[in-house]
């Protein structure tokens, strides 16, 4: 952001000096900028930011088969998931999903647990379920006052969105 906002600065400087029109800079700048989430909380961040029912849509690929000890695949099978996940702003949460694994359609639910930092940063990890996809964990950042989330997946290669109902 600080890089941004100094390089936004410097080409105001050099566009007033040479004429040039600064909406023409604004464009560069944004269109070059990196679409990096960062916790954007500065009262920081706790448990209690995380609270409320949320729609999620989850893309990516699995490494290993659903089930006990699932094997690892030959080659990374792609994922994509919709779910409705309700967090209690205790660390609790529950999961209601749909899961597309490599054309096999499974729905499912689970509760998992979950940990914000005061940095806005969090994890969440989940158990196996009972239809067989294996236990997960994932990274994120809260933005927005905790209205919607980022994350990644551990368990798997996944982007996940999160936005507050």
Do not use: H
């Amino acid at each position: 952001m600080r890089r941004s906002v100094l390089l936004c600065g410097v080409m105001s400087l050099l566009m007033s000096v040479t004429g040039t029109s600064f909406a023409f800079g604004v464009l560069a700048v944004s269109r070059g900028a990196s679409p990096i989430a960062y916790a954007q909380n500065l009262a920081g961040c706790n448990n209690a930011t995380l609270n409320g029912t949320y729609g999620s849509l989850a893309e990516g690929w699995d490494f290993t088969a659903p089930g006990p000890g699932g094997a690892a695949y030959a080659t990374p099978q792609p994922n994509a998931a919709v779910a409705l996940l309700t967090a209690d702003g205790a660390g609790n949460i529950t999961r209601s999903n749909t899961v597309n694994l490599a054309g096999t359609v499974n729905s499912g639910s689970n509760i998992g647990t979950y940990s914000v930092n005061a940095d806005c940063t969090f994890s969440t990890t989940y158990p196996a379920e009972a239809n067989g996809r294996p236990a997960t964990r994932s990274t994120g950042v809260l933005v927005d006052g905790g209205k919607k989330a980022y994350l990644v997946g551990l368990s798997n290669l996944a982007a996940v969105e999160w936005e507050r109902i």
